[in-house]
């Protein structure tokens, strides 16, 4: 996190069109590194099996599509395990509304209409997902897909 977040407000301030430094490159690719190795030790919670039909079906890449979700994660978070929320936060020098806000700064996510049949196809997926187990407080295929409803405003 304190690789990844300084070097994300970096990027989130360039824009689209910002031509990255070899020094910001390094930092996010070391960040990156040890964020991969973080998850196959511990695995991914839910925003992981819900950025997989976005990835899919609308081609945003899987890491922003994930991204998508970690505010409500973070939330989760905050209910259910509030020591370890308030370390990621100060690891990360934001709130939640921090984060939230440096990552809708940078996503850049092509117009989603979720129709009846994926959703229909996200509950049979979302079925006993190890993830949603991961998840503060554990997190259920309904939740999912309230959640997937909030997010795009169905």
Not at 3 to 8: C, D, E, I, Q
Not at 79 to 102: D, H, K, N, S, V
Not at 108 to 123: A, N, V
Not at 126 to 131: G, S
Request: overall charge neutral; proline content about 6%.
């Amino acid at each position: 996190l304190e690789l990844l977040v300084p070097g994300l407000q970096e990027l989130a301030r360039g824009g689209e069109t910002m031509k990255i430094p070899a020094e910001l490159h390094e930092r996010l690719f070391t960040g990156s590194l040890y964020a991969g190795m973080v998850l196959n030790e511990c695995s991914t919670a839910f925003p992981h099996p819900l950025g997989y039909p976005l990835t899919e079906r609308f081609a945003v890449p899987h890491g922003q599509a994930c991204a998508l979700f970690l505010p409500a994660l973070l939330g989760r978070g905050e209910t259910f395990q509030p020591g370890r929320t308030r370390m990621i936060y100060r690891f990360a020098g934001l709130t939640r509304q921090g984060f939230a806000e440096l990552l809708s700064a940078l996503k850049h996510l092509p117009i989603i209409h979720l129709d009846s049949s994926l959703l229909e196809d996200c509950r049979a997926r979302w079925r006993d997902v190890k993830n949603f187990k991961n998840s503060p407080g554990g997190f259920t295929a309904e939740e999912a897909l309230s959640l997937f409803e909030k997010t795009f405003a169905l």
